[in-house]
């Protein structure tokens, strides 16, 4: 006879006896009388993977004491009354998830609070899952790996769980095909999995997808992934020792914000993250020089994806270490001036509309109060409903560069939707949460299997400076105006 502690939603059963001369599904039964969960909806999780119904329990390797983690959904005790008022956890769950207007949380499976939040994150743009919806078995190219393929229907199945479900769900399967697919998210220390860098869940996840939701047979514009986040950068490489200068380009799925003691802001530091001394051979020289490499960017995309660089290796400690330091970021960005020279001359005709469209609606609302506003003389503020609008059509790339859906341009001026943080010193350990705006235009904070309502002006302050959380990876919607 053994004694464990069964942890199932936020209760911890102590003290549990199982009887290993009987299978497992007696135990299972012990536990439905506990809480309610019938033995078929019930997942134990135990080494090797879930506790089967016939399993023998010698081979299982359940030991004295141990904490024993379960998920399952149990059956309803009393019944609603057949007349009367109908109260939101009466309704059914997908209108549940309309009432409280946002999506479920996930459970923490041990120490993936850095996958959770980046499948929030990623949750939250429209266009990416109606690609995937529309992403099927027969769509699969020949040229796809199948652990690419699962990892894909993973990814689609869990998003639309997330949307139907106001109960935390169990990301179980996509878990168990991203380790497959990508070996480091399944370390081990001491046989339990270990925290990891959710940089690196966030760059794997957006390459497996950019690869199989590319249409098949199609040129690479038709490539969702690259359209949605794809940012294209122009670079100048020049030699001051030589004189030696050459130019490149490059598409990148984020901009890197370099922190330093001269960066106190975000721009400040993307500023620096498109700077970079190279050393390489120079043929002018006969030897290794430092080549200084500036990049501009030449294409933009529908969701810009920000890195904030607060992670470096630590040869004392063996260990990546963090920068602490405070660097300020703001809800509206707007990156006109790091842009190249070529399309700066394209947004601004779009960049002109925008300002007479919002100088129109706040000099009307400021007419009302005084006269004399000038629509040039407007701060340009968020349009309504451009933050979180889904857009079902595809997206596309104009031939200036400019990503646009169908009838919209991009003006280079972004509204932050999702903000994902870290909590800790190391980014092999820590916290991760998600912080996302709805469609309703309300912040949820996703604490794993706990959504919490935060205050707008509360996320700007998830900047830095101390052990709080503070921003790792920012996400910043286009806005658009209609040509």
Known sequence: MLTVSVKWQKEVFKAVEIDTSQ???????????????????????????????DADWSTV??????????????????????????????????????????????????????????????????????????????????????????????????????????????????????????????????????????????TQLLYTLSQSLRSPGSSENADTVKDLFGIELASRIHCQESGEESSETESVYSLKCHISQEVNHLHEGLKHGLKSELEKASPALGRSAIYLKESRINGLPRYLTIQFVRFFWKRESNQKAKILRKVDYTLELDVYDLCSDELRKQLEGPRQILRDEEGKKLGLKANEKSSGSKDDDVKMTDAEGSSNASAESSVTTSQEGVHSDKGTRLTGIYDLVAVLTHKGRSADSGHYVAWVKQENGKWIEFDDDNPIHQREEDIVKLSGGGDWHMAYICMYKARTVSM
């Open 23 to 53: 299978p497992p599904y007696v135990f299972k039964c012990h536990l439905c009388d506990l809480t309610g969960v019938p033995p078929e909806r019930q997942k134990i999780m135990v080494k090797g993977g879930l506790l089967k119904d």
């Open 61 to 202: 390797g359940v030991k004295q004491g141990q904490k024993l983690m379960m998920m399952g959904t149990a059956d309803e005790v009393v019944k609603a009354p057949e007349k009367g008022p109908v109260f939101m956890e009466d309704l059914p769950e997908e209108e549940q998830v309309v009432s409280l207007g946002h999506s479920a949380g996930l459970f923490n499976l041990g120490n993936t609070c850095y996958m959770n939040s980046t499948v929030q994150c990623l949750h939250s743009v429209p266009e990416l899952k109606s690609a995937l919806v529309k992403y099927s078995h027969s769509g699969r190219s020949n040229d796809l790996d199948q652990t690419s393929h699962m990892l894909t229907v993973a990814t689609r199945d869990l998003f639309n769980e997330l949307d139907r479900s106001v109960k935390p769900v169990a990301p179980m399967q996509f878990w168990m095909v991203l380790r497959k697919k990508y070996p480091q998210f399944g370390q081990l220390h001491n046989g339990v999995f270990m925290q990891q860098d959710a940089e690196e869940c966030w």
